[in-house]
């Protein structure tokens, strides 16, 4: 979506109407009358070419003012055509040319004490910095002027520079900081009566609601700032906003009224001659008409944008142009003519270092020389379209991800297909792995979760600093043609990646976070435990031209093998929904049957492998959607019984050489083996009070008697960080809250564990001291999860708490009956003490509730991620 920034052209120096000259021979003062007086003329004639955009014009003769006022030594002339000299300079695209001339001004316009001038000034530095992709720099030039905007009551420009900061917050993905600025900035142009900056500041409103999401609430503010930019006859600003509607309404799958806008928007960009404004919006019709299925009339219009974004050298524009038409082409079946297209397209995305673009493209030839049965071809540019995506997925915005992924997912589909057709089952896995790994990677940096070593959490703020400021590079491609952008993206761009390569060998503890190559398979499976199998299933959909399958990965140590289904892709999706309704519902017994088709999907194909194997642990690691589905519970019609009647069954975040290492010598310092560190119901008032958990911690006191329990008052995140380093177990029967949004029910941040002073945010697992400890069991009402939790799940949380050297992580799926998370618990910590394993201790603990006939309701939703041993 657009939005406007302000940039301020009025200068703040007084320019003196010029006189009638004499024609008598001047003295030497009125000589210098005269020169101040052409001087003045030349900045009046230069400020006057600058609003009617003739930029060269303009530099020209405010160049000449310029020479005068060094003369003559008047500084206010002299600031006021350096200021002028950046505007356009700025205009022109040559940012490090404006921030030399309003540097140059900045010093001049103090010393003759314009705080009005020198506000404008610094809101102007702070612009070209922004553009330049160095927010922090604009948001510090930008709080410079803001204060003297207030002193000296210009509330006009004030307005301006909130809405400026709002932008950059905007940018840097901070969006309720954005909205927050830009609320600020809404009154007081509306005091002003400034209409043309209200309809603006009401549109980036909009933008920012948008961009998270909201689009109801994002049309709301563009239909308000419409009717204002309409009253004011902005038909440039009139257009901006009317794409954007469309944009709106194209995302809500409302085409036809996407369609109406666009058009609008059309005769309005032709009429103030704005071609690159004509050529968005041909596009934009045309993608709706791509959607509509309707590919003709969709070329028709990508044709008719093509020649126009030449004409105007946005190179971004034509490479994703170009790939529009070879998709349409591909679509129809001319599938040469697709792939000449796609090709025209990639250099320029090369040119112009959008990196997005080119791995979109190269995606795109990938999947085309799969259809064509090109499989070599295919797998090379599917390989360079994914490494290029997991470059860039570390820099994302949350607000950006999603699209992004969606756009990608096809490509990591596309080409473990085709690397299982060609039997490289080993190279097929290593990129599954990768892409498991990079889902959590995203999650832990999403939350920016911290790491226990200062010096590695030094080097990865300061990374985090320059990836946010090359992905701000990034997106200023969408508008920015200029030449110097590409080159600085692709400097910036070496920067980071370097840095990060570095991290990642420094830092062995964070080198996931930077993984784009995949790691060896003979590897990482080394670290497989004798007598378990590991099974991954892999859903190959909605990739066009290719079959509908479920691949499942099946490990033991050292061994891999494939299998690979038919499935259906829609009704898949509807049993999984359908199968978590009914298994959340006690009430609700057909979950057997529902249970038994999934079994069907999920398991049958590969019981045979399974049983051969006779595994002692069966490990599952699901991704997606699977990873809110409790594998246990399906039911096998044939012999009447759960899959974890047949196995213990766990759950792995993904394959590691650091997730599954031998239990070995864990840390130096001595734990309890056989007790726990118990904390129950740290807040006993509503909406917080847990009352079930206080009998929970004493029953697990009672079953492990060297186990220390504090309830209440007692139970405080000091004390935790204390005492864990003590203990081998952790139990938590607290509330916890893992979704993107706060849990106001029980008034909890989200991702945050209630302690009795303070909650754990869980970004800061790793500074707890927990390396060796063999099972942190989140148990209480509340632990539930967001399964759309930034797509990683519970299996993000325990990502985090694996990191921070926890072996595995006990938690539920969804909001848990108090009663029977007492008796599971019972039954589980009793069977550990026994001297089983933490796998089969939890399979015993179900068992014993599914032998007295309880729904799975009751004992399905707790869950073993992590080392089961």
């Known amino acids: 979506m657009k939005k406007f920034l302000t940039t301020f052209l009025a200068l703040g120096v007084c320019l003196t109407p010029l006189t009638a000259m004499l024609i008598a021979q001047p003295t030497w003062g009125q000589t210098q009358n005269l020169r101040s007086q052409e001087a003045q003329r030349l900045l009046e004639q230069g400020i006057k070419l600058s609003q009617q955009q003739e930029h060269q014009q303009a530099i020209q003769i405010l160049e000449q003012a310029l020479t005068i006022a ?90 301006g520079t909130l809405n400026n900061i709002g932008a950059v917050y905007d940018d840097l993905g901070e969006k309720q900081k954005a909205l927050e600025f830009y609320n600020q900035a809404l009154p007081l142009i509306r005091a002003v009566g400034d209409r043309t900056g209200e309809a603006r500041t009401l549109n980036n409103i909009g933008a920012v609601y948008d961009a998270l999401g909201e689009k109801q609430k994002a049309l709301k503010f563009y239909n308000q700032a419409l009717p204002l ?181 096809v490509y990591a589909t596309a080409l473990v297909d085709v690397l299982i057709n060609q039997k490289k089952y080993a190279q097929a896995f290593e990129w599954v792995n990768l892409f498991t790994t990079a889902d959590l990677a995203d999650y832990t940096r999403l939350i920016n979760a911290k790491v226990a070593n200062p010096e590695a959490q030094q080097s990865l703020d300061d990374w985090s600093k320059k990836n946010q400021q090359l992905e701000a590079l990034r997106q200023q491609l969408q508008s920015d043609r200029s030449e110097s952008l590409p080159q600085q993206i692709r400097q910036l761009e070496a920067q980071v990646y370097s840095e990060a390569e570095n991290i990642s060998r420094r830092f062995p503890e964070v080198a996931e976070l930077f993984e784009t190559t995949p790691a060896d398979i003979k590897s990482i499976t080394s670290s497989i435990p004798a007598g378990t199998v590991v099974v991954q299933p892999v859903l190959l959909t909605n990739v066009k031209d290719m079959p ?89 019609s044939k012999t009447k019984q759960f899959l974890i009647q047949k196995y213990p069954v766990n759950y792995l975040t993904r394959i590691s050489n650091n997730s599954l290492k031998s239990p070995g010598v864990q840390n130096a310092v001595p734990r309890k083996p056989q007790a726990v560190l118990v904390f129950g119901n740290p807040v006993p008032r509503d909406p917080q009070n847990l009352p079930g958990a206080e009998v929970e911690v004493k029953n697990i006191k009672e079953i492990l008697p060297d186990s220390e329990a504090y309830i209440g008052s007692d139970a405080t995140l000091e004390k935790f960080r204390s005492q864990a380093l003590r203990f081998s177990f952790l139990h938590l029967a607290t509330h916890g809250c893992f979704q993107t949004e706060d849990c106001k029910k029980v008034n909890l941040k989200n991702n945050t564990l209630l302690f ?76 550990l003490k026994q001297g089983m394993s933490k796998g089969e201790a939890l399979q015993q603990a179900k068992l014993k509730l599914i032998a007295d006939h309880r729904h799975p309701f009751y004992w399905s939703p707790f869950v073993l991620i992590g080392d089961a041993r």
């Open 229 to 409: 930019i309409r009253a004011v006859g902005d038909r440039a600003g009139e257009a901006t906003i009317l794409n954007n509607i469309g944009a709106v309404y194209d995302a809500l799958g409302e085409k036809q009224k996407a369609l109406e806008f666009y058009k609008q928007a059309l005769p309005l960009w032709s009429a103030v001659g704005d071609r690159a404004g004509v050529a968005t919006t041909l596009n934009n019709i045309g993608a709706v008409y791509d959607a509509l299925g309707e590919k003709q009339k969709a070329l028709d219009f990508y044709n008719q944008a093509l020649p126009l974004i030449r004409a105007v050298g946005d190179r971004t524009g034509e490479a994703r142009t170009l790939n529009n038409i070879g998709k349409v082409y591909d679509a129809l079946g001319e599938k040469q003519k697709a792939l000449d297209f796609l090709n025209q397209a990639l250099p320029l995305w090369r040119a112009v270092g959008d990196h997005a673009g080119e791995a979109v493209t190269l995606g795109n030839i990938g999947v085309f020389f799969q259809s064509t049965n090109q499989p070599t071809q295919a797998i090379t540019n599917l390989e360079q379209s994914l490494k290029i995506s997991l470059e860039m997925r570390r820099g994302l915005q949350r607000e950006n991800r999603q699209k992004f992924l969606q756009e990608n997912d």
């Open 548 to 636: 509908d399958n479920i691949a499942f990965f099946i490990f033991t140590k050292g061994e891999l093998s494939v299998i690979k289904k038919s499935i259906d892709p829609t009704e898949f999706n509807i049993l999984i929904t359908q199968y978590l309704t009914e298994v959340q519902d006690d009430s609700d017994s057909s979950y057997v049957e529902t249970g038994g088709k999934l079994y069907d999907i999920l398991i049958r194909p590969i019981e045979g492998k399974i049983k051969a194997l006779s595994p002692k642990e069966l490990s599952i690691i699901a991704t997606g959607q699977l990873r809110s589905l409790p594998f246990e519970t399906l039911y096998d």
């Open 756 to 831: 009795a002073d303070k909650p754990l945010d869980i970004a800061n697992a790793a500074l707890l001291g927990l390396q060796g400890i063999q099972l942190i069991t989140l148990s209480a009402c509340q632990t539930a999860v967001d399964p759309n939790l930034n797509g990683a799940g519970i299996t993000g949380v325990a990502y985090i708490f694996e990191r921070a050297g926890a072996k595995a992580v006990m938690a539920s799926l969804w909001a848990v009956d108090d009663e029977a998370t007492q008796e599971l618990m019972v039954y589980f910590y009793q069977n």
């Open 70 to 159: 060094r003369q003559l030594k008047d500084q206010k002339i002299e600031a006021t055509a350096l200021l002028g000299l950046g505007f356009n300079y700025d205009r022109l695209g040559e940012k490090q040319k404006a921030l030399d001339f309003y540097n140059q001004a900045l010093p001049l316009i103090r010393a003759v004490g314009d705080r009005t001038g020198e506000a404008r000034t610094l809101n102007n530095i702070g612009l070209v910095y922004s553009d330049l992709g160095e927010k922090q720099k604009a948001l510090d030039f930008y709080n410079q002027a803001l204060p003297l905007r207030r002193a000296v009551g210009d509330r006009t420009g004030e307005a």
